[in-house]
């Protein structure tokens, strides 16, 4: 027992009733088994009550729908039950730590959710008169200005629709700044540990991409680098702090190396809740930088999305920035949808998406805002890198860290400490699962050997942190003392044990299918 | 600070724990002359009965949609969403979840997006979705960048009945690519030659319906114009309810369909966040953008899902992914699954029958105002109406009483003096009766004065 009073010793007696009967209807207590929804349906059933439309003369240019689609009938109670029952076959930061690195998986204020759902946001159409829709422009604004004010950086495209978006939305602006000077460049410079959209996203720009090694202090090096850099080269593309969970402490000499090389600096923002309100990226000589509304502000990641990822520009680049963008004059705003022929001082790129950008995350960004306020969000920041070094300095006798030093706001291990274990990193991060928690990042980033990138964020408590350490020093003792049996093949205790993702792949299964009937096959 | 757990005590200790002074020894790595010594310039920190009554305040600057007589569509769409689905939404285990990478912890979410892929797949008349897409344009611009994977192509044909926002992006998402992209001038009437601007260097036609102007095309001279010229067609629609009621464009022959879904599940929100819907052709399902889920078996045999074909992405593949996409829009794939659920065969299709019906009423209903002129002879939902004077002027006066009377033409194309009297209107089952004469009598006002 631990000092909650749970049992810490597998529940052998659970495990072995477990495996000593089958159900007859394959739910296990609370875990239900639940089919695809196209395998409960009736004809004639439906959740929605509409009226009769009643019989009508159609204007569809005899182009109407002939066969049947294919939807099941369901009542709402099936529907309700439906989902709940799969909602709980989910993992979630509400239900325990998630700790994965570079992802930012902190708690999603529940007041951002009520306010989001305020008829005056949500119910409002992006293409109402612009007197009708003051407010929806005030926040985007507000928003534009909090966020310049944290990076210290004057320009913002507010329209990307995440992060990946916004880097696009950052290297078109460079690039389209560079055409205007005549000098198209040819290639973006990319860390090796760099997320994957960064060199997609500069492959999608028309750019070649060339990676920069790192150091053996896990930052970008920057004597390679300078070899590097030359007048083909349009951008160097860096992640701070970056992916090794590191400040780039020559993040200065790297700005400078770029633009004397006249190439800009561009700087993946999605690790910026490691120094919100401590530092701004616009002091480092950063020229556009996107930030991850899902992950430094709070906005739920959904299983996936949506997410939003506004960026921030210097002055050189601020008249490229995608479309649209709003403009205040005297507490009247308007909405700038479309270049102006004449007009000098916008060059926009043009535009990224339909309409104006990710409303509903900007209404929850802003109730963040304006919840933590500077001295909330530095405190953010400060949380987030002390939870990550505690767990560092809990875990480092037995986990070495990759680099040396104090880490931002994830501590990035490798798999030094499984070697002649028969443990891989992937079964290690698996066995998590049975111990009650989300793994870390995996074999991200890519350089070091089976990396485990560890990101708790500020919304942990210390017992959370304190219980994910026990559980790791835990596994790495039963790994170290050969206790392997429970790694290989792990979770054991989730709703699937391990998935088959080679015959997922081979021959892929994208939609359900009605089982062939007796007849069909004969 | 209600977000933060740790005390002032478990700050101390935690900090001796790591063997510093203070929480500036960790930022050690930080230039000193970058450090910040105080606080930005921005207000402090509030309470949420504070928050509320600020954003409270901000909300109320807005006239919503629910509080006037309504017609706004051309791209995002006003419905009845059923209480079930916001409530299901917001069931933690979907709404703070990360993308599905642990399958054995995230199999919720998996299914919903199976589940999901099926419905579009069914929805579009295709073989295979994805897991979404941001919206509607982005889906319409990696559309056209798959299908020049595919061709081997690199010209593009784009119809002037294309949404003007997809025709945008899709030439922005295209501008430091090699090739050709041609726009057809916009045509109220929806009549164009597309057929005949196809050539042996065209990798695609990308062509919406309902069109811009509400206009219902018949894809299929074109799908066979297309293929027998080797390049895909792309059909596109902004609004999905249409489906329901009209030939899936998969069964008209277009190559890969891509649209808005923001219509099932997901409210206006000014226009995000919506959902990019993406269906294909199996035979092409390697080159598709985005995540895709698919079925398999547990280590004990169990039917389980994952996220598969990840060799196609970013995080895999980097420089040489299909697309840079990572966070898509799943929560909004969720709303929609689940409002599709609800409706199931009978309802979609009914659903789809009371908004053309409504639009069939409110057409009846604004073609004797004197000075307004309906002008489709095809039309879902939306159809597009001449008016005696400026669009902008006359949407802006009824809007002065009270009436969001739809959105003029040079909203979305300014440089087209052609279509500067054109409004679109557009009505769903959400309209009454009443709006409909309310918004009659505005326009009649508007064009008179
Ligand atoms: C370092 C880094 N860069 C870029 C991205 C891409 O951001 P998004 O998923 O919002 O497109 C991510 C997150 O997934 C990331 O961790």
Known sequence: MNRQGRPTAPGLQAQGANESFNTHTGHRGLEHEEPVIFEQGAEGRCGVDLPDPGAFEDCLGGLNRHNEIGLPGLSEPQVIRHFVRLSRKNYAIDLGIYPLGSCTMKHNPRLNEVIARLPGFANVHPLQPVSTVQGALEVIDMVAHWLRALTGMPGIAMS??????????????????????????????????????????????????????????????????????????????????????????????????????????????????????????????????????????????????????????????????????????????????????????????????????????FVRTLTYMLSHGADGLCKVAEDAVLGANYLLAR?????????????????????????????????????????????????????????????????ESRDSLDEFVVALRGLVADAQSGNTARFAGAPYLSPRRRLDETAAARAPVLRWSPPATPEAAE | ????????????????????????????????????????????????????????????????????????????????????????????????????????????????????????????????????MYDGSTACAEAVLMARRVTRRKNVVVSGGLHPHYREVTK?????????????????????????????????????????????????????????????????????????????????????????????????????????????????????????????VDADGRRGYVLTLSTREQHIRREKATSNICTNAGLCALAFCIHMALLGEDGLKRIAQL????????????????????????????????????ADRIVESMAGQGVLGGVPLSRLCPDREELADLILVAATECTTDLEMDQLAAALGKAVAS
């Open chain 1, 160 to 361: 990307p629709k995440a992060g990946a978006h916004g880097e696009l939305c950052g290297l078109m602006a460079i690039r389209a700044a560079l055409e205007d000077r005549g000098d198209a460049r040819q290639k973006v410079l990319v860390p090796e540990s760099a997320h994957g959209t960064n060199p997609a996203t500069a492959a999608l720009c028309g750019y070649r991409v060339e990676a920069i090694p790192a150091n053996v202090r896990g930052r970008v090096d920057l004597g390679i680098l300078r070899e590097r850099l030359d007048e083909t080269v349009a951008a160097v593309m860096v992640t701070n702090p970056n992916t090794c969970g590191l400040f780039e402490d020559e993040v200065i000499e790297i700005a400078e190396a770029t633009h004397a090389a006249g190439a800009f600096f561009y700087c993946d923002g999605a690790n910026f809740n490691a120094i919100v309100g401590r530092v701004r990226p616009g002091d480092l000589g950063v020229d556009a930088m996107h930030i991850n509304l899902h992950k430094t502000f709070s906005t739920p990641h959904g299983g996936g999305g949506p997410g939003a990822g506004p960026v921030v520009f210097a002055k050189e680049l601020a008249p490229y920035a995608a479309l649209p963008h709003v403009n205040a004059v005297d507490g009247d705003y308007t909405l700038i949808e479309h270049q102006a022929p004449a007009a000098e001082e916008s060059k926009s790129f043009g535009r990224l998406t339909a309409f104006h950008g990710q409303m509903g995350m």
């Open chain 1, 395 to 459: 875990l480092k006798d037995v986990m070495p860290p990759s680099f040396d030093g104090p880490c931002m706001h994830e501590a990035l291990f490798d798999d030094r400490f499984l070697i002649g274990t028969d443990v891989t990193t992937l079964d290690f991060s698996k066995a998590l699962i049975d111990e009650g928690f989300h793994p870390m990042t995996m074999y991200f980033p890519l350089v070091v050997h089976g990396a485990l990138l560890i990101e708790p964020t500020e919304t």
């Open chain 2, 1 to 132: 600070m209600r977000y933060l757990p740790l005390t002032d005590g478990d700050r101390t200790s935690m900090l001796a724990e790591i063997g510093v002074d203070s929480i500036d020894d960790l930022y050690a790595d930080v230039p000193p002359s970058v450090r910040l010594d105080g606080l930005i310039d921005l207000p402090l920190h509030q309470g949420e009965l504070e928050v509320e009554r600020a954003m409270k305040q901000l909300a109320a600057k807005n006239l919503e949609a629910g509080a006037a007589p309504f017609f706004v569509g051309a791209g995002a769409y006003r419905h009845h969403i059923p209480a079930a689905v916001d409530h299901l939404i917001q069931r933690s285990e979907f709404l703070t979840a990360y993308t599905p990478y642990q399958p054995e912890i995230s199999q919720g979410t998996l299914q919903c997006l199976f589940e999901y892929q099926t419905q579009v797949a069914l929805l579009t008349g295709t073989e295979v979705a994805n897991a979404s």
């Open chain 2, 172 to 296: 922005t998402t295209l501008r430091f690519t090699e090739g050709k992209l041609t726009p057809c001038p916009p045509a109220p009437d929806g009549v164009e030659d597309l057929a005949g601007l196809i050539d042996g260097e065209t990798a695609c036609v990308v062509v919406q319906t309902p069109d811009l102007f509400g206009n219902i095309r018949d894809l299929q001279p074109l799908a066979a114009a297309a293929q027998a010229a080797g390049a895909l067609l792309i059909a596109v629609f902004t609004e999905a309810m249409s489906l329901g009621a009209l030939m899936p464009p998969g069964e008209m022959g277009a190559d890969i369909v891509v649209g808005e879904g923001q219509s099932f599940g997901n409210g206006l929100n000014f226009g995000g966040p919506n959902l990019g819907l993406f269906a294909t052709r199996q035979l092409y399902q390697r080159q598709m953008p985005g995540r895709l889920c698919g079925e398999t």
């Open chain 2, 355 to 390: 908004n053309h019906k409504a639009a069939i009423d409110l057409a009846g209903k604004l073609q004797p105002v004197p000075g307004v002129e309906v002008l489709n002879k095809t039309y879902f939902n939306e159809f597009t109406i001449r008016v005696d004077g400026r």
